[in-house]
């Protein structure tokens, strides 16, 4: 959400703002961990919510010393970095340090080390130890799709051990297991008192393998009573797969697609330039107008106003990098959006909002739209001149986003338009027209409403959620902004 800028001024951004500045650690006669140093100086300088923060005061410390003391405090960088996080159960809970940028970054390029296996783990009915998963998707290409392992499949047990609340991390974090499979049992019964989940006596063996994934996970067109209908499942924001996303476009394109069905339900987030390009190509009618603004720390915010207003803003385009843009002219779009949907995919909904008519099927969106960028430990805080003893970076939170008309923090997530709920025993084939949320996007389309009372309906038995198979991954696949800030200082922004 940044822009290009010539700014001398903001060649030492952390004088400017009357940051704290210490000398470095190895010049001082109190040495402070240099990784800590780091930290502070990182947390100082972008932190959202650093107003709120005591210890993050540009006056916080009087000398070198007593800077090192506090520094010294602490037992690890961890340790320091969580002291300085605001309400970390309730505000922020997106945050984080790692010890392997390494790792993240080609996190943040769609490659991890998976099997492929999407799952959300429930409790059993009438338990609250013994744990059923339940396969919501299996990405294309990857180890779980060649053993076949199908969206909907139940297991109730991982190398023969049955998955409880104690073990379920230890098994299901294992570089390789075997997924017992079982079946629901309703014993003949409306009740659920007396249901069971028996093991059948399958099982598929999976390795995790370095996997690049391509979020466009499926694409179609359907015809529906004469109106050529845009189907596309896009599982994150990955810049790598801008081009391919923008073929998709070009497709519906050629095709006359009168109607889309964006399909985010699974969809965490990612790069928010690619957001402003989806929503740029379902459009295409508000070149140059806002997409969405952005409020930082006060210091940060009075230093960028200071400069130029215009770095707060992220605007429509019609082009990406001089390719120029597929767009629709749509002026409605259907988006399935669950509470698996978050950052990047409520920026587009959100920012969409204020010009064209949202249909938001599915549930409550997860409720993220603050930012975080990726800080590495170098003068600017850019990956340039890193320092080389160590392989730490920060992503913390640094703005929250805001629609044109300002709309923000929703914390309970984005309000659907339809509440529909997907039935894990009967979760249907993606881009199945029987799929209970493209079956109802495509009963709205054509207006089948006694289709949509019946979709509606439908319910089946009730599980009580317990764990995501995302919560497996070492980082999340946040909302990074491709654009570089004052001086570079921001070249890996996310919105979360």
């Not at 994934?213 to 810049?239: H, K, R, W």
Request: charged share 20%; proline share 3%.
């Amino acid at each position: 959400m940044m822009r290009n800028i010539k700014i001398v001024a903001l060649l030492c951004l952390i004088s400017i703002l009357n940051i704290s500045c210490f000398e470095d650690n190895d010049d001082n006669q109190i040495a402070a961990n240099a990784i800590s140093d780091f930290v502070w100086k990182g947390m100082n300088v972008f932190y959202l919510y650093k107003d709120n923060i005591t210890d993050l005061a540009n006056d916080r410390f009087s000398s070198n010393a007593e800077y090192a003391a506090y520094l010294n405090s602490y037992s690890s960088p961890e340790s320091l970095f969580e002291s300085l996080i605001y309400e970390r159960e309730t505000v922020d809970k997106y945050s984080w340090i790692v010890d392997d940028y390494i790792a993240l970054e080609q996190q943040f390029q769609g490659v991890s080390t998976s099997n492929g296996m999407e799952f959300k783990l429930f409790l059993q009915p009438n338990s609250s130890t013994d744990l059923v998963g339940i396969v919501r998707l299996v990405l294309n290409d990857s180890d779980a799709e060649a053993k076949g392992v199908q969206r909907g499949d139940m297991f109730n047990a991982i190398n023969g051990v049955p998955l409880t609340t104690a073990n379920y991390s230890s098994l299901l974090s294992a570089s390789s297991y075997t997924i017992n499979l079982a079946t629901y049992n309703d014993n003949g019964t409306a009740e659920n008192t007396d249901d069971t989940v028996d093991a059948s006596g399958e099982s598929i063996d999976l390795n995790k393998l370095e996997y690049a994934e391509n979020p466009i996970y499926y694409t179609n067109i359907y015809e529906i009573n004469g109106q050529n209908v845009g189907y596309l499942m896009y599982n994150g924001f990955t810049a790598n797969y801008d081009t391919q996303l923008n073929n998709v476009f070009a497709n519906f394109k050629a095709n006359n697609v009168q109607h889309l069905v964006l399909d985010l339900r699974y969809n965490p987030g990612g790069s928010v330039n690619s957001a402003i390009l989806l929503s740029s190509m379902i459009t295409g009618q508000f070149n140059g107008e806002i997409f969405s603004t952005e409020q930082w720390n006060s210091d940060f915010q009075t230093a960028l106003e200071n400069e130029d207003p215009e770095l707060l803003i992220n605007r429509f385009k019609n082009n990406d990098d001089g390719a120029a843009l597929n767009s629709l002219n749509l002026d409605k779009v259907y988006i399935i959006a669950t509470n698996d949907s978050a950052s990047a995919s409520e920026l587009v909904i959100n920012s969409l909002d204020p010009y064209i008519n949202v249909m938001h099927i599915g549930d409550y969106t997860t409720g993220k739209y603050q930012a975080s960028t990726t800080l590495y430990d170098s003068e600017n805080f850019t990956r340039e001149g890193a320092n080389p003893n160590h392989t730490y970076a920060m992503q913390p939170l640094i703005f929250k986003s805001l629609n044109k008309i300002g709309n923000t923090d929703y914390d309970n997530g984005l309000t659907p338009d339809i509440l529909m709920n997907e039935s894990y025993l009967n979760l249907g084939v993606i881009g199945d027209v029987n799929e209970t949320l493209l079956a109802t996007a495509l009963a709205d389309i054509t207006g089948a409403t006694s289709k949509l009372t019946q979709l509606k309906s439908t319910t089946g038995p009730s599980f009580t959620f317990f764990e995501d198979s995302n919560s497996f991954e070492r980082f999340g696949n946040e909302m990074y902004v491709d654009k570089p800030l004052p001086n570079n200082i921001l070249n890996h922004t996310i919105l979360e």
